[in-house]
Structure formats: structure tokens, C-alpha cells
């Protein structure tokens, strides 16, 4: 947990706690509306959760949603200012997933030449609308783990 944690004022807190519910209400909505339109001799939970983990796996490997968390809080980085802002990645573990999440249509990378040649990554459309997918959950665990608490 961040030290020290956060502290709002009890509106905006409450601000943040609505805008939650209304992510979890949608969500069911979106299951709801899959589930009500499928055939169900086909698209069985089976298929619905294998569906699931096969859109989920380019976040589940160690330091993908780190990354792309960074990028999508700190915009767009040089290599080594995004390295210094994820404490303990190697420069190999960092290159190669910038790579894999490039490849995976998450990341851009951007070459400006030079002299000297400047390279940036920031995140594609498809891994900017992640972030914004992704923020309410991260605003629910801030709240969850108090590393975010009302005045």
C-alpha cells in the first residue's frame, strides 16, 4: 500500500464508490445480454469462461498489466522513464513485454529520428480503452486496500 494513503473528501469518495456499483451493474448487464443471446448449445458456460480466460491472458502474465497500467496513468514514456517507474523490472523482462503487448495491439511503439533516435511507447486505441475497462477495478482495490481513505 502506498504510505501515505490518499485521503479525499467524502463526496468524491462516494463519487468513486457510485461509479463502481455502476461498472458492476453494467458488467452484469453485458453477461446478461450474452448469456440471454446465445445459443445455448453452443455457447455454454464452458465456452463463455474458456472465451473469458482467452481475453484475459495477454494480462496475466507478470508485468503486462503493469506496464500497461503505467502507461496508461504516466501517457506516453521513454524506455528508461518507464523502467525507473517500475520498481524491480529488468531491462530484458521490460523490452520483451513491451514487445509482446506491441504485438498483442496494446502498445505502439513510436521512433522520432534523430540525432539522437527517441523511442516512446504509449498505448494503442485498444490498450487505452483497457485502461479505462480496467480503472474502475483498480478504483475498487485503492478503496479496498486504503490506499485510499475518506476525510
Known amino acids: 500500500m502506498p504510505n501515505p494513503p490518499m485521503t479525499l473528501n467524502k463526496n468524491v469518495y462516494y463519487e468513486i464508490e457510485n461509479a463502481i456499483v455502476t461498472t458492476e451493474q453494467l458488467g452484469s448487464k453485458v453477461r446478461q445480454l450474452f448469456r440471454n443471446n446465445s445459443d445455448n448449445d453452443v455457447y455454454d458456460i464452458s465456452w463463455e469462461v474458456e472465451a473469458a480466460v482467452e481475453a484475459l491472458d495477454v494480462f496475466a502474465s507478470r508485468w503486462t498489466i503493469e506496464i500497461l497500467a503505467t502507461l496508461y496513468i504516466a501517457r506516453e514514456r521513454r524506455f528508461n522513464e518507464l523502467r525507473r517507474l517500475l520498481v524491480g523490472i529488468s531491462s530484458r ?15 505502439d511503439r513510436i521512433v522520432v529520428d534523430g540525432p539522437p533516435v527517441k523511442v516512446t511507447y504509449k498505448l494503442t486505441e485498444h490498450g487505452n480503452r483497457s485502461g479505462c475497462l480496467l480503472s474502475p477495478l483498480v478504483a475498487y482495490m485503492k478503496l479496498n486496500n486504503e490506499s485510499v481513505k475518506k476525510s
Do not use: F, I, W
Request: zero cysteines.
Open 93 to 107: 523482462t521490460l523490452s520483451d513485454k513491451l514487445t509482446y503487448l506491441r504485438l498483442a495491439g496494446l502498445v
